[in-house]
């Protein structure tokens, strides 16, 4: 059975770093490409970003590009997302997807709770 | 603003058949066959229903189809259940580095 756990959110201050992590099972982690997407409080979704599954390319939504990393340890079959300069903006769930294929995710994870706010 | 555009609700009754909108642009829903939907109950997380327009992953019932004309694509649930009542989104590809855009979101409620 294929799972996604996420974990790492909390409440962070403005301008503020968090570290999101992913742990993977059921499926060869390696073999896909994977993906963060948020959801605001009673809104909509919006992707936030992607790795291939080398770890090359990355790539980021507008709102966040230059603020958050993505990475993956296929050893691990983690992915994760470092956050720095937090906004306020930025309070979401957000969710851990894998990729089936051209930004369609088969599979996501529980979410994970990020609130930005002093 | 979201990317792409879908009626804040919709409804119907059980047995009958509704279809939800999602409209994008030439650069985007209408560029690609690869427009999905996703079914959002309340407090889980979405999951996939239709991908490439038209096809539906293993397990989801065939009451649910897909279809695409220009930049406009669409969602039909024919012979509504209860438990159809959930978000929607739909979802496109629009290039390797611009990732997936999303639509608002429809809330279905079954009457």
């Known amino acids: 059975e294929v799972q996604l756990v996420e974990s790492g959110g909390g409440l962070v201050q403005p301008g503020g770093s968090l570290r999101l992590s992913c742990a993977a099972s059921g499926f060869t982690f390696s073999n896909y490409e994977m993906n963060w997407v948020r959801q605001t409080p009673g809104k909509g979704l919006e992707w936030v970003s992607y790795i291939s599954e080398s770890g090359t390319p990355m790539y980021y939504a507008a709102s966040v590009r230059g603020r958050f990393t993505i990475s993956r340890d296929n050893a691990k079959n983690s992915v994760y997302l470092q956050m720095n300069s937090l906004r306020a903006e930025d309070t979401a769930v957000y969710y851990c997807?894998?990729?089936?294929?051209?930004?369609?995710?088969?599979?996501w994870g529980q979410g994970t709770l990020v609130t930005v706010s002093s | 603003q979201s990317a792409l555009t879908q009626p804040p609700s919709a409804s119907g009754s059980p047995g009958q058949s509704v279809t939800i909108s999602c409209t994008g642009t030439s650069s985007d829903a209408g560029a690609y066959d690869h427009v999905s939907w996703y079914q959002q109950h309340s407090d889980k997380a979405p999951k996939l229903m239709i991908y490439?327009?038209?096809k539906r992953p293993s397990g989801v019932p065939d009451r649910f189809s897909g279809s695409k004309s220009g930049n406009t694509a669409s969602l039909t649930i024919s012979g509504l259940h209860p438990e159809d009542e959930a978000d929607y989104y739909c979802?496109?590809?629009?290039?390797?580095?611009?990732?997936?855009?999303f639509g608002g979101g429809t809330k279905l409620t079954v009457l």
């Open positions: 490439d327009v038209t």
């Open positions: 979802s496109t590809y629009a290039g390797s580095n611009i990732g997936g855009l």
């Open positions: 997807a894998r990729e089936l294929r051209y930004y369609t995710f088969d599979y």
